[in-house]
């Protein structure tokens, strides 16, 4: 089965998954540069259920967040990566600034963001507590940042 979901597709797959009882966590980002911090933060998250799901920012959305120089890599490429991890069963993208209708879509189970959020900073964290879920936010591995990494690169070239 691709690994790649529209909106539509990803509603009537997470249906089918939760007729079989499997639980559905969710996570989104720009994932830009793919560093060992993603890495470990996607197979946390997928250890809290059965289902990972990914939605990546657009282009345009990561421009908007990281500004002009940003994405570095295309949704294409971003997506790819994503879905080469054995921890990431699907990745889907979202066009908005963030992914509240996506969210609102599919009504994951679990929820999960970095540990530079809040509870009341996740978008959708009212949607899956209303719905029963979860929302949890997972520790960065010390160290990782594809904002840090960019930096290195620019004064390696200095």
């Given amino acids: 089965m ?4 529209d909106t539509p597709a990803l509603e009537s797959l997470v249906d089918l998954m939760r007729t079989n009882k499997q639980s559905i966590v969710f996570t989104n980002g720009c994932f830009d540069l793919l ?3 993603h890495i470990d933060y996607l197979q946390k998250a997928k250890t809290l259920g059965d289902v990972l799901i990914v939605a990546l920012n657009s282009d ?3 421009r908007q967040i990281k500004g002009e120089s940003r994405p570095v890599n295309s949704l294409n490429d971003r997506m790819a990566m ?3 991890l054995e921890c990431v069963d699907f990745v889907t ?3 908005e600034d963030t992914p509240y209708n996506l ?3 599919i009504k994951p189970d679990i929820l999960v963001k970095g540990g530079d959020y809040t509870k009341d900073e996740i978008v959708g964290a009212d949607i899956v507590e209303d719905n ?3 929302v949890k936010i997972l520790d960065f591995l010390p160290g990782y940042s594809s904002s840090d990494l960019i930096k290195r ?3 390696l070239n200095e």
């Fill in 132 to 134: 029963g879920g979860e």
């Fill in 82 to 84: 994503l879905a080469a």
């Fill in 60 to 62: 345009d959305s990561v």
């Fill in 103 to 105: 969210i609102d879509a």
């Fill in 35 to 37: 560093h060992p911090g």
């Fill in 93 to 95: 993208s979202f066009q």
């Fill in 153 to 155: 690169i620019q004064k």
């Fill in 2 to 5: 691709d690994k790649f979901l």
